[in-house]
């Protein structure tokens, strides 16, 4: 751990990341209004000390709506990896393990769904079901499950016939056995690493969808919606794009460094001493 | 002028829209501003005075192309915007909004009330010099009822029983009862000329890109994505107008118009009350050249519930509702105050309005007080108003319209408040009125309608109008009211026309199957070197009479830089 955060870059998209969930965690602590709050006698105001990021147009504290914007934000991107992981582990497990035509089924579907746009896929899925952040996560989850499964597959492949797993093999361990105590554990850093990643980009997709309506919906935050509502008020409300677009370059420049940084650190063929 | 330009905002803008393209992406029309020209036009003084003079181009801009010209096909208002430059009708309205003859010196109706003849001015020629005849008058009636042709408006024109053409000069009609709306049709079908439609098929004729009319104006290029250029018709049946080209630039971002606006590269467009109350005053610059317009506008945007549900048959919760949602912060909030409230179908101030009719106020105690006798009660004390254990709870269906989506925030707060909880969802039109309206599968919309200058609304509120796609989607039913919409369609005398539809207003606002939230302004920048405009703007609109307009020679652009 300390070997890793003595990379200055993965420090500081280790603190950016840290520091963005704690805000997110004590958001009702923090935030000074409501972010529903609306106020029809202060709309649009410039960024001061009474609202930091200003309001937006409706009167609502951009500063507090940014904040339990992050919550959205981030939730979605955690449901969303986290769904794609699980997804991806244990089709990638079943195909790295037992090989032969399973995991040539499986590595067709791999290629079929990434043949597929996926924000486009996305959009088409959206607009059939009921745009809440539920479903969001749900299908973004769902639609970005095979790059796992392929780092899984991979990995899965070059352990197999290693020593130690054939050694527990002629032992008598069962598959499952085989798989959890042996195989996943020794796979878990590129899944981490692919996680931590796949986070960045699903803040990105929730950010789009709401961008484009489809995602979150008003009255509640996300920092999508903040910046769509912004894009109305660009040419003199600035701090209504400002803000929120700063939030997710920063957010998804810190999953980024630390995902980078952790690969970098775990790299079996930089660090095997 | 329009290539060189082009270059020159590469150059000029690319800093800029490096900055803003990190955050809005759908800005990168923004980098247009600040060209050259705008650094010239603010030496010239626009407050001098000219008398009218010929000549000139005014250019305007649109957010959408026409598909077709000929408006009975195309439909959509881009259409008829341009094409009403281009064809006449037998009649149309005044600047006061009373009928008055278009092609027609005068029109008489039968005692009966059923037979309406109209007898054209002599000498109308079509801009190619043909003759332009009742016959021509008669083939477009024919057009627009045939089973073959792909129009929506052909159901008011199957109403006449018989169209005949006596003379060259003579139209009479026929119908099979009094039908009241016929002149105000009459005044909206623009006639097309029979010697070249013929022998077309007209869903797909070329003359729907090419067309020939009696108007002021005629087309002189369509070029696609780009622009629609009209120059005047030397033959046009209502005299000369006095702006030789009009231009109209396809420009489908308000924002990106805003800046072809403050770069002097078009002379009017549309504001919304964003750009008009807040843009507008900080750019004194901005303010010099470019005179603002206000005036009410044809639409008003309302709450709709959907009758066939529960508990909105129950005209206490309705009525509730009513009382419970603030008009007025809406036209504070989303219109910036740009907007008046209403109590009726009708726009404010016009003849069908009825002028005794007020809004529900807002009065929340009112509103709890109703929904108490209707049963609606915390029985549970968690804030959520229920009945026979179901709490009140709805969802709020609207289509991406910003506006749209505002009003529906602010009416959920205001829900909220008395202990109903509403959810909002915001739709693609095509899939809102597709999966959603015309099966009727919502509880409660947030829609606009348009008004039409004839009070006749037989087709929103008469129960018979309930089927998917008609109009009545909220599924009104009221004999009455039904009664009435009748009444009014048989009933050609104005002021006893007048009192059927003020009685029907009030009977509308008390039953509220509808929620009236508010009528916002319509809202244009147009370019002082534009002169002739009427201000304040009579009932008609500013844009009744385009065709004095006039742009003094002194402030012309240079024409040679066009194209």
Redesign the interface.
């Known amino acids: 751990m300390r070997k890793l955060l003595s990379n200055p870059l993965v420090l500081i998209g280790f603190i950016i990341i840290a520091s963005v969930l704690l805000l997110a965690v004590i958001a009702p602590l923090v935030a000074p209004y409501d972010p529903?709050a609306?106020d029809?006698?202060a709309?649009?105001l410039s960024p001061s000390s009474i609202h930091l990021m200003g309001t937006d147009?409706?009167?609502r504290d951009v500063f507090s709506r940014m904040l339990y914007g992050a919550r959205i934000s981030l939730m979605v991107g955690f449901v969303a990896v986290g769904i794609a992981t699980a997804i991806g582990i244990v089709l990638g497990a079943i195909a790295g393990f037992y090989r032969g035509w399973v995991d040539t089924l499986i590595m067709r579907i791999v290629d079929v769904m990434l043949s597929i746009p996926t924000f486009f896929l996305i959009l088409a899925v959206i607009?059939f079901l009921?745009?809440s952040i539920w479903n969001i996560m749900i299908v973004i989850g769902l639609t970005s499950w095979m790059g796992v499964t392929r780092l899984v597959r991979a990995e899965f492949l070059s352990l197999r016939n290693r020593e130690f797993v054939l050694a527990a093999q002629a032992l008598g361990a069962k598959d499952v056995r085989l798989i959890f105590t042996h195989l996943l554990p020794n796979s878990l850093t590129p899944i981490i690493v692919s996680s931590i990643l796949g986070i960045a980009s699903a803040v990105l997709v929730e950010s789009g969808l709401s961008f484009l309506?489809l995602g979150v919906?008003?009255?509640q935050a996300s920092w999508g919606n903040i910046?769509t509502?912004?894009?109305?008020?660009?040419?003199?409300a600035w701090w209504l794009?400002?803000f929120p677009?700063l939030a997710i370059?920063i957010t998804v420049l810190g999953y980024n460094l630390l995902g980078d940084g952790l690969r970098e650190a775990y790299n079996p063929r930089s660090s095997q001493h | 002028m329009m290539q060189i330009k082009h270059n020159q905002l590469v150059k000029l803008g690319f800093i800029k829209l490096a900055i803003?393209a990190?955050?809005?992406p759908?800005?990168i029309a923004?980098c247009s501003d600040s060209s050259s020209s705008n650094q010239i036009n603010n030496k010239i003084d626009y407050t001098k005075n000219y008398p009218p003079s010929n000549g000139g181009t005014l250019i305007d801009a649109m957010t959408g192309e026409p598909s077709s010209l000929i408006a009975m096909i195309a439909g959509e208002s881009a259409a008829s915007a341009i094409a009403g430059n281009i064809f006449n009708s037998l009649l149309k309205y005044d600047k006061n909004l009373e009928l008055t003859g278009e092609l027609v010196e005068s029109w008489d109706v039968s005692s009966d009330q059923k037979t309406i003849t109209f007898h054209l001015k002599t000498n109308l020629k079509w801009a190619d010099n043909q003759p332009l005849t009742s016959d021509d008058v008669l083939f477009t009636w024919q057009k627009v009822t045939d089973e073959k042709t792909r129009t929506p408006y052909g159901s008011d024109f199957k109403l006449v029983t018989k169209a005949e053409t006596p003379d060259a000069n003579t139209f009479r009609v026929t119908y099979a009862a009094p039908y009241a709306p016929a002149l105000d049709t009459w005044a909206g079908l623009h006639i097309l000329p029979k010697h070249l439609l013929k022998d077309q098929d007209i869903n797909t004729t070329a003359f729907a890109r090419n067309p020939v009319g009696s108007h002021y104006y005629k087309l002189e290029k369509w070029k696609n994505g780009q622009f629609l250029k009209l120059t005047r018709n030397e033959n046009a049946t209502q005299g000369q107008a006095k702006i030789d080209n009009l231009l109209s630039r396809i420009i489908p971002d308000k924002?990106a118009q805003?800046l072809e606006l403050s770069a002097d590269n078009i002379d009017s467009m549309g504001l919304?009350p964003?750009q008009y109350a807040?843009?507008f005053p900080?750019r004194p610059d901005l303010n010099k050249n470019i005179a603002l317009y206000k005036e009410l506008g044809n639409s008003y945007t309302y709450l709709g519930f959907n009758l066939k549900r529960k508990p909105f048959d129950d005209i206490r919760v309705r009525q509730a509702i009513n009382y419970a949602i603030n008009k007025q912060?809406i036209i504070?909030?989303v219109l910036?105050g740009l907007g008046e409230p209403v109590a009726s179908p009708y726009k404010p101030g016009t003849r069908w309005s009825n002028p005794d009719l007020k809004p529900y106020p807002y009065d929340p105690n009112k509103a709890r007080a109703l929904l108490k006798a209707a049963g609606y009660e915390d029985h549970d004390g968690d804030g959520i108003l229920d009945k026979d254990g179901k709490p009140f709870t709805f969802e709020i269906l609207t289509n991406?319209n910003?506006e749209r989506?505002?009003t529906?925030?602010?009416i959920?707060?205001r829900l909220n408040e008395i202990g109903i909880k509403a959810?909002?969802?915001?739709l693609?039109w095509a899939?809102f009125l597709g999966r959603f309206i015309k099966p009727k599968e919502f509880d409660v919309v947030v829609l606009g309608w348009s008004l039409s200058l004839d009070p006749d609304q037989y087709s929103i509120w008469h129960s018979s109008q309930q089927a998917p796609g008609q109009f009545n989607f909220i599924s009104y039913s009221n004999p009455r009211v039904d009664k009435l919409l009748e009444a009014g369609r048989l009933e050609l005398n104005p002021d006893k026309r007048m009192k059927i539809y003020h009685e029907f207003s009030k009977i509308l606002l008390e039953d509220s199957p509808i929620v009236f939230l508010s009528a916002g302004y319509g809202l244009t920048a147009i370019h002082k070197r534009v002169r002739g405009i009427s201000n304040p703007a009579p009932p008609a609109g500013i844009g009744h009479n385009t065709y004095e307009w006039y742009i003094p020679s002194a402030y012309a652009r240079n024409e040679m830089s066009e194209h």
Do not use: H
Not at chain 1, 229 to 236: A, H, M, P, S, T
Not at chain 2, 423 to 426: A, L
């Open positions: 529903d609306i029809v006698k709309i649009l147009g409706l009167g607009a009921t745009p309506g919906q008003a009255p910046l509502d912004g894009k109305e008020y660009i040419q003199f794009s400002l677009g370059l | 803003i990190l955050f809005a759908f800005m923004a924002a805003f919304n964003i807040r843009i900080a912060e504070d909030g910036l991406q910003k989506e505002m529906g925030v602010l959920q707060r959810n909002i969802r915001v693609e899939s």
